[in-house]
């Protein structure tokens, strides 16, 4: 081999790859490990260029022993941090020998692998605490309230109520995980919205009522026709007027409208666009962005007390994800908050 033909073979590799002679001096760099580190195809010794000692020593030891190493090196890019799990192996030529390094990026791995952390750690402490609740009612219905039928009764009304939490959550779950499954197909019935909307109205009047609050809806002159999975679209308005419903405090008014927007900016082309209003408290803005965030409540312990999951929004921006749509959210504090489905035309 020559440092010709080191440099040809590095050049054919998919991967930023560096050759480092015995030496330590590195003799070959492709483009590639050249945008990482822009000294990489200077004829220097490694550890003036590469300078993390767990890579230094991996290339050592894989000099000294001639067999293959791993060692993992960190590139800062600008505001990121990229993770590179780097392969190393001994490479005897007949002139020339020495290691070649191949880098893989692996950062997105681990924060697909962190988020995955994240998520089973947030169900689990979802599920724990209705279940702890229900277990000392357990406990404290076979031992001291045994034969007291009030505190029996009480207790069966908490439990049923605990039991109702896991259930809805088990129910999110399942949806969202559903909807991921179902990402990649298109949905493909025309749907009547105007009808679906009047259906979620109808479905969540009683429990408007409860509150003294009014759902109002001014239908379109056309029913806007959309290519788009029913049950899912329901689950959408289902989601965004109970959402209102329920923070938007007592005797709210709850106002749905639809636009036919020519162009939209966001979706580029013509779009239809479904407000859902409140006049609740409003949303500071830091929160907005992060409200489709799975388990992301601004006050959890008021969203637990109303039922909720933290997934609901999840659950809607996944739907919309997968009917090429969008959601907006605009608020003001003290006036209220506007929810829009924006779904292609
Ligand atoms: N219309 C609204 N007005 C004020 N806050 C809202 C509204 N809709 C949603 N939120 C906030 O967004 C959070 C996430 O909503 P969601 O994903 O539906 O979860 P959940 O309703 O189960 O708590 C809620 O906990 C609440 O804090
Ligand atoms: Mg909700």
Redesign the pocket.
């Known amino acids: 081999m020559t440092p010709a033909t080191i440099q040809s073979y590095l050049d054919a590799i998919p991967l930023p790859a560096v050759f480092v002679g015995i030496d330590q001096r590195i003799l070959g760099a492709n483009a590639r490990a050249v945008a990482i580190n822009p000294l990489a195809g200077d004829n220097q010794p490694f550890v003036l260029i590469f300078r993390q000692p767990g890579l230094i020593e991996a290339i050592e030891n894989c000099l000294d022993h001639q067999s293959a190493r791993k060692a993992v090196y960190y590139h800062t890019d600008g505001p990121h941090e990229v993770r590179f799990d780097v392969t190393l192996s001994y490479v005897a030529g007949e002139h020339l020998s020495g290691v070649l390094l191949c880098f893989t990026d692996v950062t997105e791995l681990e924060q697909a692998d962190q988020m995955r952390r994240d998520f089973v750690a947030n169900v689990s402490h979802e599920l724990r605490s209705p279940l702890t609740a229900i277990l000392g009612f357990i406990e404290t219905l076979q031992g001291p309230a045994r034969d007291d039928p009030n505190v029996r009764g009480r207790f069966l009304g908490i439990m049923s109520a605990e039991a109702g939490r896991m259930n809805r959550l088990v129910g ?1 779950l399942l949806s969202l995980s559903k909807v991921e499954e179902d990402a990649r197909r298109r949905p493909k019935d025309e749907i009547d919205m105007d009808a679906l909307i009047r259906s979620a109205v109808r479905n969540l009047a009683p429990l408007a009522a409860e509150d003294g609050s009014n759902v109002l809806y001014d239908a379109p002159e056309t029913a806007p026709m959309v290519v788009a999975d029913h049950d899912q679209m329901m689950q959408v308005f289902t ?2 007027i ?3 419903l ?3 405090g007592p005797k709210t008014e709850v106002a749905i409208h639809i636009r036919d927007v020519d162009r939209d900016a966001g979706l580029r082309g013509p779009a239809w666009c479904i407000d ?1 209003t ?1 006049n ?4 500071d803005p830091a ?1 907005i962005p992060r ?2 965030e799975r388990f ?5 312990h ?3 007390e ?11 921006k996944h739907i919309l994800n997968r009917h090429r749509g969008r959601l907006r959210i605009d ?1 003001t504090k003290g006036k ?2 506007t ?1 829009t489905v924006v779904l292609p035309k």
């Open positions: 999110d989601n965004l109970e959402n209102a329920k923070y938007g859902v409140d609740g408290p409003g949303i929160h409200l489709t992301y409540r601004i006050d959890s008021r969203s637990r109303m039922g909720g999951t933290g997934l609901g929004l999840a659950i809607v608020s209220g908050s929810f």
